[in-house]
């Protein structure tokens, strides 16, 4: 009897596990949701995401009993607030530093795993590629290997080589990045074979590749234009961790493009883009610098945009200068090469030969940044904290806030000196004073965690805007980090995602901008059209209007057009070309670019690419001109007011948008001078023509068609009545000249 009663205890145990495991199995994957720890509930890997936002709670809970525990009382308090992506690692900075490859800090996209022992051959020719291209020209980020024109050197050409040898040995890693290079460079611009190789990878699961395929639906290259599937392609890929899918996700959430506009969505995609990239940046804050040149101001000489890439002329007069001895440029060429920008790739090696060069002439800035180079690492020269330390302490002496912020660093992370939070402090607030972005940001960093100070969550705010405002990739994320958790402030979702979304387009793929605008340089437009329109789809607002300007000059080469066309000739070219740039205009009208605002206002003017429509026209110049003092639309808006387009006429608006723009800005000021010219005669006109019964315009109309015969000598009658003007006052001239006196 207790035999069969142990038998049926077993057999009812089996059966409930059976029951519980099925009724978790069918429930609903909002109540399971309920049963997962918050940091395994969400659906992406969330392992390279600061955990401030899951914290949170816990870390209100504690603030008070936080603010009154001794100041500097324990280094390892700086945690809960900021995990692995806190603004600086301080755990990183306890060992020595040694170059570490993106790869190993950076949440990589999830790859199947039935790909790579197809061939060991191949994989060997993947792996010596990997080594010829090395990290620095990597975007590993996105598994997307991408070469800027500066890294278009032998080993390129050769890794290439071997990347197209194992992906035709069915090596699917190869593969994609082939197909990204015959998209992007540096392989032969072949869009259509690169379309073959991302179809492919995309069905088999590839995140990168179907970040590709929503692309090529999104501008319609060699596939049919489509709105839905993009944003499931894109969807796809930002699950599996592709940094790019994020981002075209997160911009279309933001502004709305092909889904319904939804900010908390666009936050989390863009949070975790941001924790990538914050990943990246040296502890110092160093990342790549991004170029961002707009076409249409450098082609109107508008903005700085003319000076933002170094002209090769006067990089080799500042290397002639440097080589001569010349301190400050020896120290100029060495900021250039070690933080890279304005054109020129990073270069540890040129930096380090001429800080060491400006140091041995006595400048602290040079003293400085030696220290800084030491202290991280890099291939110039390996981590060395008494090297740091000795070069910090030199600079500091001399007043140098880099070498004052260097030096509270050391204090602070005991790397070479006891850990002494106080004398970290005042060395911060040293630099700080004196407008160093690193001291500010540690400050805030020590306010935040209340190392050494108490915690104060509104200092630290303070000192992080102060660092962002110089453009601090890691004080602008630590300031979204706190807009999106409402730390010290009011939770705010518009300006956390702004925030994440400036850092996110700090991420190395930036780099691609110069790249663009290189191959625009060098008349290469297909290849610098690819590179806009990939941008555009990450929301790069430059990269936009720089879109729209190639589309608009009909730029976009041979390959471009084919792609567009896809082989039938009987569609208008033109106009799909001219209604693509509307497309781009917009978009970049719509991230806040004045002139972008203007061009779609003269293309709803026109009738360029879509219907005239003068009552839109008027609305865009009206936005260009209310919200960013465009004097371009101004004196549009003026014109309109002037001939009661798409406006009720009114001649007093006319002038007074007239003399608005004129007062914006003092290139107006002629133009708008002969348009008052023509104004006040068409008043004239019309208080004569009040007196007949008729209007100044008809009266207008009536001298007009009296000058009708000399609009028949083409565009440039006027040219020709001047010199006819001109001939009869010589002749005026000659005829009345003084005769001499005869004896």
């Not at 009987?570 to 740039?581: E, I, P, W």
Request: hydrophobic share 40%; aromatic share 10%; proline share 4%.
């Amino acid at each position: 009897m207790m035999k069969w009663l142990q038998l049926s205890l077993w057999a009812f145990s089996i059966l409930c596990v059976i029951l519980i495991s099925a009724s978790d199995i069918h429930k609903p994957d909002s109540e399971k949701s309920k049963e997962i720890p918050p940091a395994e509930s969400d659906q992406h890997d969330t392992s390279h995401i600061p955990k401030e936002t899951e914290e949170l709670s816990e870390t209100e809970e504690k603030a008070e009993v936080d603010d009154e525990k001794e100041a500097g009382s324990s280094f390892e308090s700086i945690k809960p607030f900021f995990h692995e992506v806190i603004s600086i690692k301080y755990d990183d900075l306890f060992a020595p530093q040694q170059p570490v490859s993106i790869i190993a800090k950076a949440k990589q996209p999830e790859i199947p795993e039935s790909d790579e022992s197809i061939d060991s051959k191949a994989q060997e020719l993947y792996e010596l590629a990997m080594g010829l291209l090395g990290t620095s020209a990597a975007r590993e980020a996105t598994s997307v290997q991408t070469i800027t024109s500066v890294g278009k050197t032998q080993n390129a050409e050769q890794a290439y080589h071997y990347l197209s040898q194992a992906a035709l040995r069915g090596h699917k890693r190869s593969m994609e990045l082939v197909a990204w290079a015959q998209l992007l460079g540096p392989l032969p611009l072949d869009i259509q074979s690169a379309k073959e190789k991302f179809e492919k990878l995309s069905a088999e699961g590839y995140p990168n590749s179907q970040m590709a395929m929503g692309f090529l639906h999104t501008t319609g290259l060699w596939v049919d234009p489509n709105v839905a599937l993009p944003v499931l392609q894109y969807s796809f890929g930002a699950v599996a961790g592709s940094a790019w899918s994020q981002m075209a996700l997160g911009y279309r959430y933001w502004t709305g493009v092909g889904v319904s506009a939804n900010c908390e969505k666009a936050l989390e995609q863009y949070r975790r883009v941001a924790a990538t990239v914050a990943s990246e940046v040296s502890a110092a804050g160093t990342g790549p610098a991004i170029q961002r040149i707009r076409l249409l101001d450098e082609i109107e000489g508008t903005g700085a945009a003319s000076g933002n890439v170094l002209n090769s002329d006067i990089l080799d007069y500042y290397t002639m200068l440097a080589e001569r001895g010349d301190v400050q440029a020896q120290v100029g060429l060495g900021q250039l090469h070690f933080q890279g920008g304005r054109g020129i790739s990073p270069d540890h090696h040129l930096a380090l030969k001429y800080f060491q060069r400006a140091a041995d002439g006595g400048s602290a800035v040079a003293m400085a940044f030696l220290g800084k180079m030491y202290l991280e690492g890099n291939d110039a020269v390996e981590a060395d904290n008494t090297t740091a330390l000795r070069w910090f302490q030199r600079a500091a002496d001399q007043g140098s806030p880099v070498g004052q912020s260097g030096l509270g660093l050391m204090y602070l992370t005991g790397r070479g000196l006891p850990k002494d939070p106080e004398k970290a402090i005042k060395y911060f607030t040293l630099a700080s004073e004196q407008g160093w972005v690193d001291g500010q940001l540690h400050l805030g960093n020590m306010y935040m965690s209340g190392i050494g100070v108490k915690r104060d969550y509104q200092s630290a705010a303070k000192y992080y805007n102060l660092a962002a405002q110089s453009g601090h990739i890691l004080a602008i994320y630590n300031l979204a980090q706190m807009h999106a958790t409402g730390t010290g402030m009011m939770r705010s979702c518009t300006a956390a995602v702004e925030l994440y979304k400036s850092v996110s387009e700090r991420g190395r793929w930036g780099l691609l901008l110069a790249e663009a605008h290189y191959d625009h340089q060098e008349r290469r437009y297909s290849q610098a059209l690819l590179k806009y329109l990939l941008l555009s789809e990450l929301g790069y607002e430059a990269a936009q209007s720089n879109a729209a300007f190639i589309l608009e000059r009909n730029e976009i080469g041979i390959e471009i057009l084919d792609a567009f066309l896809k082989g039938d000739e009987s569609k208008d070219a033109d106009g799909l070309v001219m209604s693509r740039a509307l497309q781009y205009w917009s978009r970049a009208a719509t991230q806040g670019y004045s002139n972008a605002r203007v061009r779609l206002g003269d293309y709803y003017y026109y009738g360029w690419g879509t219907p005239v429509d003068f009552s839109n026209a008027a609305s865009q110049y009206r936005q260009a001109s209310e919200h960013q003092r465009n004097p371009q639309a101004m004196f549009n808006l003026a014109f309109m007011h002037e001939q009661g387009l798409g406006l009720k006429q009114d001649l007093h608006l006319a002038k007074r948008f007239y003399d608005m723009a004129a007062e914006t800005s003092p290139d107006a000021k002629f133009p708008v001078t002969l348009a008052l010219f023509k104004l006040t005669l068409l008043t004239t006109f019309q208080s004569i023509g009040s007196l007949e019964g008729r209007s100044g315009a008809g009266i207008f109309a009536d001298i007009v068609s009296f000058l009708q015969p000399l609009f028949a000598l083409g565009p440039n009658w006027d040219l020709y009545l001047l010199t006819m003007l001109v001939g009869i006052l010589g002749i005026l001239i000659y005829f009345r000249r003084p005769r001499p006196i005869q004896q």
